[in-house]
C-alpha cells in the first residue's frame, strides 16, 4: 500500500520502557523520521536513520529497523510523564525528497 | 534566536473569504512546505517550494494558494473554494541539497470558520 502505518495509542507507566512502531512502503534507500507533537504544538524532530542502517542510539531514544519488513521502532527507556505526546514517523519518498507521515501514536504516561 | 514563526496563533474565516497564514524563517533553509493536520491524522502535504519563485503543488492543493517572493517567506492563501478550511496549519522548513536535510516545524496556526 501507499501508506505509513502505526498503531493509535499506547499507555505506559512511568520508568517503563515505551515501543512505538511503524510500517513503511517505499523498498530503495530512503531516510526515516520519527517527530514528537505536544499538544496544540508544532513537531519536534527526534532522530531519523538511514535504511541501510539497523539501528541508531541517542541518549533515551533507540531506533530499530527491519528492513526487510520494513518495520521501523522507536525505544524510549525510562519512559517520563513528560514524553506524553504524539508520535509520527515519516518516511522520505521520491525524487523531491517529500515526507509521507503515518497518522501517529498517542502515547499516555501513567505516574 | 533561530526558528520558525506562524502567525497568527489562531484564525477564524468567514464564509466566502480568503484568508492569508503567515511563515517566516531566520534559519536561511531553501527549502519551505506547508501542510494540513486533520484530527487523529497524520500530516498532509500541500504545496511546498525549493527555491525562490518556484513552488509545486503538494496532494491537496486545491483551495489553496501560495508565493514564495523571499526565501524567509513563504505564505498560505486559504481561499473561499476550500470547502472545509477547519484544520491546525503547519509550516516546515529545510536545507535543499539533494541529501538527507530534516524538516523542522513552526508551532502552528489553527484555523476555523465562523
Known amino acids: 500500500g501507499e501508506d505509513v502505518e502505526q498503531s493509535l495509542f499506547l499507555s505506559v507507566r512511568e520508568g517503563d520502557s515505551s515501543v512505538i512502531n511503524c510500517t513503511y512502503t517505499?523498498?530503495?534507500?530512503?531516510?526515516l523520521y520519527w517527530y514528537k507533537q505536544e499538544p496544540g504544538a508544532g513537531l519536534q524532530l527526534l532522530t531519523y536513520?538511514?535504511?541501510?542502517?539497523d539501528m541508531k542510539q541517542d541518549q533515551r531514544l533507540t531506533v530499530l529497523l527491519n528492513k526487510k519488513d520494513k518495520h521501523l521502532s522507536l525505544r524510549i527507556a525510562d519512559t517520563q510523564t513528560g514524553d506524553s505526546a504524539i508520535y509520527f514517523c515519516?518516511?522520505?519518498?521520491?525524487?523531491?525528497?517529500?515526507?509521507?507521515f503515518g497518522k501517529g501514536t498517542k502515547l499516555s504516561v501513567k505516574p | 534566536d533561530g526558528g520558525i514563526t506562524q502567525s497568527p496563533k489562531y484564525l477564524f474565516r468567514k464564509e466566502g473569504q480568503n484568508v492569508t497564514l503567515s511563515c517566516e524563517q531566520n534559519?536561511?533553509?531553501?527549502?519551505m512546505y506547508w501542510y494540513r493536520q486533520d484530527p487523529g491524522q497524520g500530516l498532509r502535504l500541500i504545496y511546498y517550494?525549493?527555491?525562490?519563485?518556484?513552488?509545486q503543488k503538494g496532494d491537496i492543493a486545491e483551495g489553496y494558494s501560495v508565493s514564495r517572493e523571499k526565501k524567509e517567506s513563504f505564505p498560505l492563501t486559504v481561499t473561499s473554494a476550500q470547502k472545509n478550511p477547519t484544520a491546525f496549519y503547519l509550516c516546515?522548513?529545510?536545507?535543499?541539497?539533494?541529501?538527507?536535510?530534516?524538516?523542522?516545524f513552526g508551532d502552528g496556526t489553527r484555523l476555523s470558520i465562523l
Open positions: 516546515a522548513s529545510s536545507l535543499w541539497d539533494g541529501r538527507n536535510q530534516p524538516q523542522h
Open positions: 517505499d523498498s530503495s534507500s530512503t531516510y
Open positions: 536513520i538511514f535504511s541501510n542502517m
Open positions: 515519516a518516511e522520505r519518498r521520491g525524487s523531491q525528497g517529500n515526507l509521507i
Open positions: 534559519l536561511n533553509h531553501d527549502a
Open positions: 517550494s525549493h527555491i525562490v519563485n518556484d513552488f
